[in-house]
């Protein structure tokens, strides 16, 4: 199957330049100049219920659930980090072994590297590790504009056996990105004609602006089977350009532009009640996801935390991981929730 080509320069080239460029957005990713500064995700003012007579044990709260037709033992998803570049291999293999022994989800990162220099592949196989989880992969929307279709999501998804892929969108961060990809004029339209055409599962995912309230209106009847907020407040891409590009933050004020997640997820879920929705975008404690949980969401995407555990082995993310369903478990129990379904009611 031909793919598409990239104009000014070769293949080859062209490859070396993404899979520098995953290896730079990783170390900028670990940088404290990579999250907002002024723009909070707007949970720590949601309030949490508190019931002194629970009238449940703290063991019995239970977090499975299913999501996109796999079961979970939490709505917790590790949300798309890498690939492509030389940690990635180590950091997706990591991250997918912890998912398993833990029962959870895991979103990969972008897969277009993967799709134009098949050297990069092996850095997203992750199926033998974690042959049993809910396993999403991803691709830019932005490629849908340069030749890419429903043969090359399709593709995406068999050659890692994934379950599903997200397509996201990331319009200000290709804006401040050297070399990023501009031209976005038709591709809601281009959204209708192709999704329709994959038979698998898509979702729709910012990177950590946030989805509005107009956009799930547009994409509404494209035939995704989620969306993933991805709100503003935890890592901004916007910044992450611009430390890979210049070495610092330059136009910060471009760089805290964004919906929060509080509110991206409120926006979403009265225009479109009744598509599934994941709550990403600075989730930080079991608290962050619960109050995710009681705004509509059906699960939580975690990515930035869990970077540095994945760079040091898979024991490491499942601690980190099992602190946060530890701290999620305690919120439910405390607000006298039995369930997921009881929290999102």
Same mark, same amino acid.
């Given at each position: 199957?031909? %793919? ?71 709505? !917790? ?30 979103? %990969? ?20 590790? #974690? ?29 890692? =056996? ?7 969108v990331n319009p200000l961060q290709e804006a401040l990105q ?15 004609? /192709?999704?329709?055409? /994959? ?13 509005? @309230?107009? /956009?799930?209106?547009? !994409? ?8 993933? /907020? ?11 350009? #611009? ?42 404690? =079991?608290?962050?996801? @619960?109050?995710?949980?009681? %705004? ?6 975690? @990515? ?6 994945? %760079? ?5 993310? $499942? ?7 530890? $701290? ?13 379904? @009881?929290?999102?009611?």
């Amino acid at each position: 199957m031909p %793919l598409p080509t990239q104009p000014h320069a070769s293949a080859e080239s062209a490859a070396e330049t993404v899979q520098g460029r995953k290896l730079r957005h990783i170390e900028a990713c670990l940088r404290p100049e990579s999250q907002y500064q002024t723009v909070t995700t707007g949970l720590e003012g949601v309030r949490w219920p508190y019931c002194a007579l629970p009238e449940l044990d703290l063991d019995a709260v239970d977090l499975s659930t299913q999501f996109l037709g796999k079961a979970l033992s939490a709505p !917790v998803l590790i949300g798309a980090m890498t690939g492509g570049a030389r940690q990635s291999g180590r950091i997706n293999r990591n991250l997918a072994l912890a998912a398993q022994r833990l029962g959870l989800g895991l979103m %990969l990162g972008s897969q277009r590297v993967m799709l134009e220099d098949p050297s990069a592949l092996s850095s997203f196989q992750v199926r033998p590790h #974690a042959p049993d989880i809910l396993l999403i992969g991803n691709l830019g929307a932005a490629q849908l504009l340069k030749g890419y279709g429903a043969a090359e999501i399709t593709r995406a998804i068999e050659l890692i =056996g994934a379950d599903a892929l997200a397509i996201h969108v990331n319009p200000l961060q290709e804006a401040l990105q050297h070399g990023g990809d501009t031209h976005w004029a038709g591709l809601a339209a281009r959204l209708g004609e /192709v999704v329709p055409g /994959v038979p698998y599962p898509l979702l729709l995912k910012e990177v950590g602006h946030g989805l509005s @309230a107009g /956009v799930a209106r547009t !994409v509404a009847a494209a035939g995704f089977a989620a969306l993933d /907020v991805a709100g503003a407040g935890g890592t901004s891409w916007a910044r992450v350009e #611009a430390l890979v590009r210049y070495g610092e933050v330059r136009s910060p004020d471009l760089c805290e532009i964004g919906l929060p997640t509080a509110q991206a997820l409120r926006e979403v879920r009265a225009a479109v009640p009744q598509m599934p929705l994941i709550a990403s975008g600075g989730i930080r404690t =079991g608290l962050d996801a @619960a109050k995710a949980l009681l %705004l509509g969401a059906q699960a939580v995407a975690v @990515a930035r935390p869990l970077l540095a555990p994945a %760079l040091e082995s898979a024991e490491a993310v $499942e601690a980190w991981l099992e602190q946060f369903i530890h $701290e999620l478990r305690v919120a439910l129990f405390v607000g006298g929730f039995a369930d997921v379904a @009881a929290a999102q009611r």
